[in-house]
Every structure is written in structure tokens, then in C-alpha cells.
């Protein structure tokens, strides 16, 4: 299988840091065959930018008219541009053009120096910003466009919207060059109907050159392997803190960042808010066991009995379309029963009875994270277990420091129906090595995918017509019992 073929239409970075250098080594990284289309050539040291000179059209249009050719796009990034003349080649190729459009625009440089030459402000707002799916600027770059200045959180959201009155589809307003910087680096994202918040704790180190320009090429990557746009901006956002833990010196002034592999570092994955914070978010009690190993999913407290007796410690309870009042008896039961058994037992959903029977813990759906009260279920010392079905759910997620998080679906499941397509293994791992938190896999396991679930390391493995659909249920209970017993 060949790998998805992203261009970048940028200036050449000559020390390697920013530019087309470091778009061609994010797309390296994540996975995608990179082509570049050279619009500037700068002399820069990573002390400053000595000379800058624009491509001509007509080597412009060449360069894209070759790779047109033999090497179209999944997917575009845009940097540098920095000429009308420039801006003229390239907005009838993106106009005709049917693929995702990451516009970085790259108009100073890290020490202040213009890199664009005439007025091309209305030419970027009338032709080419039309044509761009995410528009990412920083702050700065912002205000130029707006010809305003932003100073608060609050600014940047208005700036967001009145950017997007300029014609891209989706706007990613990045607050590190934020003028009322706090410990937090915030971006806000909004597409007209959807807005949230991306936060990361900001990084003291000054090795970041080329961090703009590596956002951006990140999140063309994800989007030309056809990750959804909010997936792609969390991918992009955790490779780049990535980089910044890892950047170094080179040179004598201030290094670039670090380009290593797929995000791997759970301490480099942002949170999504829908408002911006200045503290970070306050964190669940840890579960008393946290190698949950074998956890069934059951529908009523009578299942739960049966669970208990046969041994299992950890174990949720799923009760639907059924009678509010029965439903509180049903929990009741069960919690009674879970608290005689010293398990844990978590509540899906109804979180306000957990909260009244004083639970062990709930487990809520990413649908029912905006309703429930998790303030009060955090200050009543209940666990919190929370789904994930993708890289953006994880980080919503992870804006609320869970008790543990379930990933899933991991294949095909008949027992509930949802929007997202399985999983599968490789996203399984890559999602457990970028999370600090226990994880549980569900979603189709069965005894035979059982072995192939484990040797990915999650805490735990979720089950329900595995056991609750078998002829002898309490057989299968022992058995997948004794498999995580002999396997620990």
C-alpha cells in the first residue's frame, strides 16, 4: 500500500528548522510520502535571516504543474508564500483542486523580520483564504490580518469568528504567542458550528524554531490519512510538544524542533475544553485496583450477583430503556451487593442515582460528559471511567483526569450501534502509549481475540455478549477468570 502524498508550497528554511525542512520531516515522521513546491528561498542561521528571495512564477507553476502529473495530493500545506506573484500561481491550482488545504500563514519570522514583499493582505482574504479547509495562525500573524490587537482569551474567540468570515472552512487561532501568557499554551478552534479549546502546559525551552510550521505540516498528515480534522489538530498538537520536549540546541541561538516519530509521550497529549482555563483540571481518585483484568459489562443486578459469585472484581452495570424507578432499585441492589463483595463496581450513565446511593464509581459515554455533573461527582470521591473512540475524544477526555478510560470499539460489535468504525490493534497501542491512565478495551473481544487484546498491555479487557450470550455463563466467567489469573 502506497502512502497518501502530501505537498507543502512554502520558503526554504537553509538552517533546517523551519520551512520546508521541517514540513518534510513532520510528514516523514507521521507516516506520509512529502512533496514540496518552493515559493522562497531564505539565508537564515538559527541567529537570523539574512536574505530572502521569491521563486519565480514560473518556477512556481512548473513545480506544480509536475507533480499534477505524476504525484497529486491527498492533502495540502501552505507556508510561506510571501508574493503576489507567488499567491497568483497557486490560487488557480487550489481552486481547481478537490483535497484538504492547511494554511500556516507564514508572514515574520521568529525574530520579527517580514517574510512577504507588497500588499498581499487582500489578496490572501479574497482569493486564497476561500480555498483553505484550517487556517492556522498565531497570534501575532492574527493581527495583522485583523489589524487589532488580541490581549485575551476572549479576543482570541472574536478573532477566530471574524476570520472565518474570510472564507476557510475552519480556524485553529494559536495562543502561544499569547500577550496574556499563563502556564498553559491554548488554541482555539472553531469551524462556525463547533468551537473547543486545545491546552497544553506551556514548555520553557527557547529550541522551538520551526514549531508553527510543524503544527501545520502535522495536521496535513493526519487529514491525507483521513483522520478527522479534530483528530488531526490533537495527532499534530501531541507531535509537537513531542518535539518541543525533545528539541535541542543547533547552533548558537535557538534550536528547532525535534522531529521523532508518531506521539508517543502521554505527558505530550493536549485537553480539549469547551472554555478556556488558566489551572489545571483536578483529577479522579485512582481506582483501588487498577489491574482490572477481566470486567463484564451486565444489565441488571441479578447478573451482577451472578458475576460476583463467581469472583469478578471489577465490573459495570448498563441499564436501558427501562423505568426510573426500577432502574434506582436495580443500582441499589447492586451496589449493595458490590460493596458486600469489596468490588468495583461502576454505573453507566445514571449518574445522578450513583451520586445519591453513594457509588464506588460511574462510566459515561463522550454523549453524556456535557450533561453530567462530573464537579460533583469529583467532590462526592466517586471513580470516573469515561469512553474514547478517537484521538479527539481522548483528549476530551483527558480534560477531565479520569479514574481510567475505555477504548473501543475494538472490532465489530452487534450489542450497541455507533458512528465509528473498529478500532482495530495498531490504534488500540497507539492510543495506550499516549494515555497515563488505565485502559480497557471493548467492543466484539471474544475468547479467541482475547490473547491478541492482552498482548497490547491495556489494564483491562470489557466483555458483554461474550458472557452474557454464552450456554453456560458461569463456566465463561471462570474461564476468562482464570485466563488474566494465569497471565498477569
Request: overall charge neutral; some cysteine.
Amino acid at each position: 500500500m502506497h502512502k497518501p502524498i502530501t505537498w507543502t508550497i512554502a520558503g526554504s528554511d537553509s538552517s533546517g528548522g523551519a520551512g520546508i525542512q521541517a514540513d518534510l520531516h513532520a510528514f516523514q515522521a507521521l507516516g506520509v510520502h512529502g512533496c514540496s513546491v518552493i515559493a522562497a528561498l531564505t539565508a537564515q542561521n538559527s541567529l537570523q535571516v539574512s536574505q530572502v528571495e521569491f521563486v519565480s512564477t514560473s518556477m512556481v507553476s512548473a513545480q506544480i504543474e509536475a507533480l499534477l502529473r505524476d504525484m497529486p495530493p491527498q492533502a495540502i500545506k501552505l507556508g510561506m508564500l510571501g508574493s503576489l506573484t507567488t499567491l497568483k500561481a497557486i490560487i488557480p491550482v487550489l481552486q481547481k483542486i478537490s483535497v484538504p488545504v492547511v494554511c500556516d500563514p507564514v508572514l515574520f519570522a521568529s525574530a520579527g523580520d517580514a517574510l512577504y514583499e507588497g500588499d498581499i493582505r487582500d489578496q490572501l482574504i479574497q482569493n486564497l483564504f476561500p480555498c483553505v479547509t484550517l487556517l492556522t495562525p498565531n497570534v501575532p500573524e492574527a493581527e495583522w490580518l485583523l489589524k487589532r490587537q488580541l490581549i485575551s482569551n476572549t479576543d482570541m474567540v472574536e478573532a477566530a469568528h471574524s476570520l472565518l468570515a474570510y472564507g476557510p472552512k475552519a480556524i485553529l487561532l494559536k495562543g502561544g504567542h499569547a500577550r496574556s501568557q499563563s502556564t498553559y499554551a491554548q488554541d482555539y478552534f472553531t469551524d462556525g458550528k463547533n468551537s473547543f479549546w486545545l491546552n497544553s502546559k506551556r514548555l520553557g525551552t527557547v529550541h522551538k524554531h520551526g514549531s508553527g510550521c510543524t503544527l501545520a505540516s502535522a495536521i496535513t498528515a493526519g487529514l491525507a490519512q483521513h483522520y478527522d480534522i479534530k483528530d488531526a489538530l490533537v495527532i499534530a498538537k501531541a507531535y509537537v510538544n513531542q518535539g518541543l520536549h525533545l528539541s535541542q540546541p543547533i547552533g548558537q541561538g535557538p534550536g528547532p524542533v525535534a522531529h521523532h516519530r508518531w506521539p508517543t509521550r502521554a505527558d505530550c497529549l493536549p485537553w480539549k475544553t469547551i472554555n478556556s482555563s488558566d489551572q489545571e483540571p483536578a483529577v479522579f481518585p485512582p481506582c483501588i485496583n487498577e489491574s482490572f483484568g477481566f470486567y463484564p459489562i451486565v444489565d441488571s443486578a441479578a447478573w451482577v450477583a451472578r458475576c460476583l459469585a463467581q469472583g469478578v472484581k471489577t465490573l459495570q452495570i448498563r441499564i436501558k430503556e427501562t423505568p426510573e424507578k426500577q432502574i434506582y432499585q436495580e443500582l441499589k441492589t447492586a451496589i449493595h451487593l458490590a460493596s458486600q463483595y469489596q468490588a468495583q463496581l461502576f454505573i453507566n450513565d445514571h449518574w445522578r442515582i450513583a451520586l445519591d446511593l453513594g457509588a464506588y464509581g460511574v462510566h459515561l459515554g463522550q454523549e453524556d460528559l456535557t450533561e453530567a455533573n462530573c464537579e460533583a461527582l469529583l467532590k462526592a470521591g466517586l471513580r470516573l471511567g469515561v469512553s474514547a473512540h478517537s484521538y479527539s475524544e481522548l483528549a476530551r477526555a483527558h480534560a477531565l483526569r479520569p479514574s481510567y478510560i475505555a477504548i473501543g470499539p475494538i472490532y465489530e460489535t452487534t450489542t450497541k450501534k455507533l458512528a465509528y468504525e473498529p478500532q482495530g490493534l495498531a490504534k488500540l497501542n497507539a492510543y495506550r502509549q499516549l494515555l497515563d491512565y488505565p485502559v480497557v478495551a471493548i467492543g466484539g473481544i471474544n475468547w479467541q481475540r482475547l490473547p491478541e487484546v492482552w498482548q497490547t498491555k491495556v489494564n483491562g479487557v470489557c466483555v458483554i455478549s461474550a458472557i452474557t450470550q454464552a450456554e453456560d455463563p458461569d463456566n465463561e466467567i471462570r474461564r476468562w477468570l482464570n485466563f488474566f489469573t494465569t497471565t498477569h
